[in-house]
């Protein structure tokens, strides 16, 4: 450890800054910063960004094992001064309470002076309040016996803070709940105690006061004759629906989801599943039935509801394969081709005395992102028709997709009348690569492909016999360059049908580059041209582009292009990027420690910038 006391930075030979006592470890690779930015756009103004070492700043010199602590401060010129701490840990135990922990506490706040810039329709939102920010921890520790305690605090200041400050968060990561789960596994069963409760009134979220789960999974019974599956649950529940928005142009295009309304009390539900193997030679067949017995104290309307639900059908896999080792091509690099194929089928007949309509959804199957979008989708699709078509109900999509065969489904709302018909087919042809001494197996091509028909259109399908059907292929044509298509395909009136091609190539640590293009029909329709490389043009310069482009009336989508300096000691990036949905324009110039433990280089794939030296004298 060093320490030092009375710190002055000198100016000029005027002092400017002052701090009482600094301490750091010389075993860790970064002194005191941990991360600095300046950036600049048209949402957020100039920034200045700075990640500080709270043990380093602080003089703390015996600085818990296994823990990370950051302090934050920010500022963004056209909104406010931001402030915020970071703590990380994966400690033996906690306390005196022995077993391994992990967790991660996250906090940043904010005075905000300005507007929020959400993209088209939504460039100048007044916050609903001032001061902003979120915290959200993470807690889990392993006990004794197989019991887990999981623990999670979630709390945001308004309904538009984490799309506005933190949109990848918003969009990608969990809900930030507040909970706390008791759980314990032992063989093939599992018990949990959950509670739960909602810290704001912008989002719609169940309270749980508290909830009881029990699983029974793949339990022989008969002498292994028959499995057999189980999920039981008690609980009391509290579905709290979100407020609408407080700014009046949000309110008028905010429509309040007909599954989320104001009830509460207990919901007892147990599903069972028996399951019969018969290996018909080479066709595994499993005859299987499926009951459910579910009570509710409050329904959609208010009324207490009973549900049975009973689900029979067949279930069958065919898997085939053959090998070729004759087969050779320098030019595609196959030596040898070895191709595996399984082929499935399931036939589902499903009958519940209960509409799905009829009940409230204590599970929620979307997140809030998904919520808030689909509360806006009358008006950003339909031009305000309230509700929009059943076709594009999420509890439909559901309910077709087969989530009511689950035991251990999610959602335990989603069941109805039903019959379907699910097949598939996956594919892997198979050759060896490498050296002709050590030579390895990997996929050359893979292709998947699922359909559903549904023998009863009208009422499952919307009148239309097939659905469902989507594809994944992929080529590897080299050992750096794959190719690669997806799409998925709903024939009923406005039905979504997408397919994408494209190819990825790799040459790590040189860079990467995309070129991909994506085709959309239904409700709506649009083309896109997605552009991507990462690219090591020499030592000492790297370059980064992006661009996506909308064929028809969106037209462009947006932009980022940086290049970057690497030096002996510091990482000196200038950027630009362009966001036509928020009509944003920014602009970064970053200096960054090469020493520094997250770079914005290092997130990239194939360019890990290594610590100076790593290779020698530079």
Do not use: C
């Amino acid at each position: 450890m060093a320490t030092s006391q009375n710190n002055f930075l000198y100016v000029g030979g005027i002092p400017v800054f002052y701090w009482p006592t600094l301490a750091t470890d010389l075993e860790q690779p970064q002194y005191y910063v941990d991360r600095f930015a300046i950036k600049n756009d048209s949402v957020f103004g100039t920034q200045l960004l700075l990640d500080l070492d709270a043990y380093q700043l602080f003089g703390i010199r015996n600085a818990p094992p296994g823990t990370d602590w950051t302090v934050s401060l920010d500022y963004l010129s056209d909104r406010g001064f931001g402030y915020g701490t970071a703590f990380q840990y994966d400690r033996p135990g906690l306390l005196t309470i022995p077993g391994p922990t992990q967790g991660d506490l996250d906090a940043w706040f904010i005075k905000d002076e300005g507007r929020d810039n959400l993209g088209r329709d939504r460039r100048a939102v007044p916050p609903e309040q001032d001061f902003r920010g979120r915290v959200f921890w993470n807690h889990r520790q392993h006990l004794r016996h197989n019991v887990t305690l999981s623990g999670e605090l979630g709390w945001i200041s308004d309904r538009n803070f984490l799309e506005q400050y933190y949109e990848r968060e918003w969009d990608e990561w969990k809900d930030l709940d507040t909970d706390l789960e008791l759980k314990q596994i032992f063989d093939n069963q599992s018990w949990s105690l959950l509670a739960s409760v909602r810290l704001y009134e912008f989002v719609t979220e169940t309270e749980w006061l508290p909830r009881l789960d029990h699983f029974w999974l793949g339990q022989p019974l008969l002498g292994n004759q028959l499995t057999w599956f189980e999920h039981s649950q008690a609980g009391y529940a509290r579905l709290r629906p979100a407020d609408p928005p407080t700014d009046p142009a949000g309110a008028a295009v905010w429509w309040p989801l007909p599954w989320q309304p104001p009830v509460q009390g207990a919901r007892l539900v147990t599903r069972q599943e028996l399951d019969w193997p018969l290996p018909l030679g080479p066709v595994k067949v499993v005859p299987y039935a499926l009951g459910e017995l579910a009570y509710w104290t409050e329904a959609i309307d208010g009324d207490s509801l009973d549900r049975a639900y009973f689900q029979a059908g067949l279930r069958a896999s065919l898997p085939l394969w053959t090998v070729n080792p004759l087969v050779e091509s320098q030019l595609f690099n196959v030596h040898g081709l070895a191709h595996k194929v399984v082929f499935d089928a399931e036939l589902a007949y499903a009958d519940a005395n209960r509409d799905l309509a009829e009940l409230a959804f204590y599970d929620s199957f979307d997140d809030h992102a998904i919520q808030d979008f689909n509360r806006r989708f009358p008006w950003t699709t339909f031009g305000g028709s309230v509700p929009p078509p059943p076709q594009f109900d999420p509890r439909f999509y559901a309910l077709r997709t087969g989530l009511a065969g689950w035991v251990t489904a999610p959602v335990a709302e989603i069941a109805d009348d039903l019959t379907a018909v699910r097949m598939g087919m996956r594919h892997r042809w198979q050759t060896k690569r490498g050296r002709p001494d050590a030579r390895q197996i990997l996929d050359w091509v893979t292709f998947d492909t699922n359909a559903v028909w549904f023998p009863d259109p009208d009422r499952d399908n919307f009148g239309a016999d097939v659905g469902l059907v989507d594809y994944d292929l992929r080529w590897h044509a080299g050992d750096r360059l794959t190719l690669a298509s997806d799409g998925g395909f709903d024939f009923f009136a406005d039905g979504l049908r997408t397919v994408s091609l494209g190819g990825f190539l790799a040459r790590p640590p040189r860079g990467s580059a995309y070129l991909g293009y994506r085709i959309f029909s239904g409700p709506f329709s649009s083309n896109v041209l997605n552009a991507s490389y990462a690219y090591w043009m020499s030592p000492k310069w790297v370059s980064v582009l992006g661009t996506s482009i909308a064929f028809g009336s969106q037209g462009n989508v947006g932009q980022r292009f940086s290049v970057t300096r690497i030096g002996e000691s510091l990482l000196v990036t200038l950027g630009f990027d362009y966001d036509a949905s928020k009509d944003a324009v920014g602009v970064q110039f970053l200096v960054e420690p090469r020493f520094l433990p997250r770079t914005q280089l290092g997130a990239l794939p194939g360019l890990q910038i290594p610590a100076a030296g790593a290779f020698g004298l530079e």
